[in-house]
């Protein structure tokens, strides 16, 4: 945990950025595999992280405006609990922790809640995304539970968003020790890329790393050799030479801070040269929107950047054809990368998307864009220093999307679709490394992982 004084400051700049009422935090309860003492891994709420500290199940908070005072609302052991998990802090001592003097016991907050609305007081809450805090919401406020998510407060998500958007140094480190572990685990696993070894072997390797350190995935681990289907998360296949293998995966920090990387290998070594050609391209397009990434710059022009860049690269491949600013500017490279450039990242691998992917990457002067492509953009807007945003640039040959487009002639005037033909088989390349915006430009996260050719194919030969 931080130092108790950075989790008062917090609290105490959201009671200046919203004017007054009762903020209500729920954390995230444990979830039952199959039987309710058989839980999945826990993990807190990523808001209740920030203002509260505490990674623990069944807490919820409440930040009263008006008075000026912050009550954490949970039980202490009781013999039960002694007998089979030991004895643990009491809720004063965890308080404690991160600066909170006043405890209740969980059964207290619907009373709490309640005498608020009374006085008239608003309830600001955040968009719950488990469902059991969809109806607990539903039942704090008196509300019908399909009205939960309407009713989330914009001013407290504004106010939530202005402050994880910025991260402080300690948030860097913590960031900082993920990709540590990060480092190891793409470390092993391109060495791992070899004819006859399967995919979830790899991820074994992987998993067992991050456990190893203390940490934990921060999202199920992409590793495939069918790249071209963006998140898979199928690890049945044995490798083959000649395949490539797209590896996108990211541990947490012991303190819930999240890396993401993405990595793609020749099985076996060595790149074919028109994998080579491909994935220079990729490179290229990544290698430029790092360089470009500054503050007060648009993410989404760092996106078209990195789109041009493909676009010129696949012209000279002799897949697009065309100017490639109007292929750009239509939309026609989204047929190889149909996703957006990156996203935010810290306590959630996309930082704050339970809150609203519109109210974190977009703002007034950015709306999101409806094309094809640009609007799975994530981010859009001007970047500030202690931004960290990823930048994962790809090149895939989706198959169904192929035959879709080429079917119905679309760009035809940018689109060789003879050629395509020739990589249906091709699969996909991605490259991601996750980028801190500095004072006067920017810094990559983490050790340098093998990225270009040279660098990949020595690696996965040796093992
Ligand atoms: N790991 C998913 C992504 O790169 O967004
Ligand atoms: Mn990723
Ligand atoms: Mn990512």
């Given at each position: 945990?931080?130092?108790?004084?950075?989790?008062?400051?917090?609290?105490?700049?959201?009671?200046?950025?919203?004017?007054?009422?009762?903020?209500?935090?729920?954390?995230?309860?444990?979830?039952?595999?199959?039987?309710?003492?058989?839980?999945?891994?826990?993990?807190?709420?990523?808001?209740?992280?920030?203002?509260?500290?505490?990674?623990?199940?069944?807490?919820?908070?409440?930040?009263?405006?008006?008075?000026?005072k912050?009550?954490?609302?949970?039980?202490?052991?009781?013999?039960?609990?002694?007998?089979?998990?030991?004895?643990?802090?009491?809720?004063?001592?965890?308080a404690a922790?991160?600066?909170v003097?006043?405890?209740?016991?969980?059964?207290?907050?619907?009373?709490?809640?309640?005498?608020?609305?009374?006085?008239?007081?608003?309830?600001?809450?955040?968009?719950?995304?488990?469902?059991?805090?969809?109806?607990?919401?539903?039942?704090?406020?008196?509300?019908?539970?399909?009205?939960?998510?309407?009713?989330?407060?914009?001013?407290?998500?504004?106010?939530?968003?202005?402050?994880?958007?910025?991260?402080?140094?300690?948030?860097?480190?913590?960031?900082?020790?993920?990709?540590?572990?990060?480092?190891?685990?793409?470390?092993?696993?391109?060495?791992?890329?070899?004819t006859?070894?399967?995919e979830y072997?790899?991820?074994?390797?992987?998993?067992?790393?991050?456990?190893?350190?203390?940490?934990?995935?921060?999202?199920?681990?992409?590793?495939t050799?069918?790249?071209?289907?963006?998140?898979?998360?199928?690890?049945?296949?044995?490798?083959?030479?000649?395949?490539?293998?797209?590896?996108?995966?990211?541990?947490?920090?012991?303190?819930?801070?999240?890396?993401?990387?993405?990595?793609t290998?020749?099985?076996?070594?060595?790149?074919?040269?028109?994998?080579?050609?491909?994935?220079?391209?990729?490179?290229?397009?990544?290698?430029?929107?790092?360089?470009?990434?500054?503050?007060?710059?648009?993410?989404?022009?760092?996106?078209?950047?990195?789109?041009?860049?493909?676009?010129?690269?696949?012209?000279?491949?002799?897949?697009?054809?065309?100017?490639?600013?109007?292929?750009?500017?239509?939309?026609?490279?989204?047929?190889?990368?149909?996703?957006?450039?990156?996203?935010?990242?810290?306590?959630?691998?996309?930082?704050?998307?339970?809150?609203?992917?519109?109210?974190?990457?977009?703002?007034?002067?950015?709306?999101?864009n409806?094309?094809?492509?640009?609007?799975?953009l994530?981010?859009?807007?001007?970047?500030?220093?202690?931004?960290?945003?990823?930048?994962?640039?790809?090149?895939?040959?989706?198959p169904?999307?192929?035959?879709?487009?080429?079917?119905?002639?679309?760009?035809?005037?940018?689109?060789?679709?003879?050629?395509?033909?020739?990589?249906?088989?091709?699969?996909?390349?991605?490259?991601?490394?996750?980028?801190?915006?500095?004072?006067?430009?920017?810094?990559i996260?983490?050790?340098?992982?093998?990225?270009?050719?040279?660098?990949?194919?020595?690696?996965?030969?040796?093992?």
């Amino acid at each position: 945990m931080f130092d108790s004084k950075i989790y008062v400051e917090r609290r105490a700049r959201l009671k200046e950025q919203i004017g007054s009422g009762l903020l209500l935090f729920l954390g995230n309860e444990e979830s039952p595999m199959n039987y309710p003492a058989n839980p999945y891994y826990f993990r807190q709420d990523s808001s209740f992280l920030y203002f509260f500290g505490l990674n623990m199940p069944f807490l919820a908070a409440i930040v009263d405006v008006d008075q000026e005072k912050d009550v954490i609302f949970g039980d202490d052991v009781e013999m039960e609990d002694i007998i089979w998990m030991g004895l643990l802090p009491s809720m004063k001592e965890r308080a404690a922790l991160v600066g909170v003097a006043e405890t209740a016991p969980l059964a207290q907050l619907e009373e709490t809640i309640k005498t608020a609305q009374q006085k008239g007081k608003t309830i600001h809450y955040l968009p719950p995304y488990r469902p059991e805090n969809v109806l607990k919401v539903a039942q704090l406020l008196g509300i019908e539970h399909d009205s939960v998510k309407k009713y989330a407060s914009k001013e407290f998500i504004k106010a939530v968003v202005a402050q994880r958007n910025v991260k402080i140094p300690e948030e860097i480190a913590q960031m900082e020790l993920a990709h540590e572990v990060t480092y190891d685990m793409y470390f092993a696993a391109m060495k791992m890329a070899k004819t006859g070894v399967f995919e979830y072997e790899i991820v074994g390797k992987m998993e067992g790393i991050m456990g190893a350190s203390d940490c934990h995935m921060a999202f199920p681990i992409i590793l495939t050799k069918n790249g071209q289907i963006l998140h898979n998360h199928y690890h049945g296949n044995q490798l083959e030479e000649g395949n490539l293998l797209v590896m996108d995966s990211g541990s947490e920090s012991p303190m819930k801070y999240a890396s993401d990387i993405t990595r793609t290998v020749p099985v076996g070594g060595r790149f074919t040269e028109k994998q080579k050609q491909i994935y220079e391209v990729v490179l290229q397009a990544q290698e430029t929107a790092i360089q470009n990434i500054k503050p007060g710059i648009m993410f989404k022009d760092i996106h078209l950047q990195s789109a041009a860049v493909i676009a010129s690269g696949l012209k000279e491949a002799g897949l697009m054809k065309g100017d490639t600013d109007a292929a750009v500017q239509a939309g026609a490279h989204a047929l190889f990368f149909p996703h957006g450039l990156g996203h935010m990242i810290g306590l959630d691998v996309h930082d704050m998307e339970d809150l609203g992917e519109d109210f974190v990457g977009y703002d007034h002067t950015v709306e999101r864009n409806s094309q094809f492509g640009l609007a799975y953009l994530r981010l859009a807007k001007k970047l500030e220093p202690g931004h960290v945003v990823t930048v994962e640039p790809g090149v895939y040959f989706i198959p169904a999307l192929i035959d879709q487009w080429a079917a119905e002639n679309k760009f035809d005037q940018f689109i060789d679709y003879a050629k395509v033909e020739e990589y249906r088989d091709f699969g996909g390349i991605r490259i991601e490394d996750d980028i801190l915006v500095t004072q006067d430009g920017s810094q990559i996260l983490g050790k340098s992982i093998p990225k270009t050719v040279e660098e990949v194919e020595e690696i996965t030969a040796t093992g």
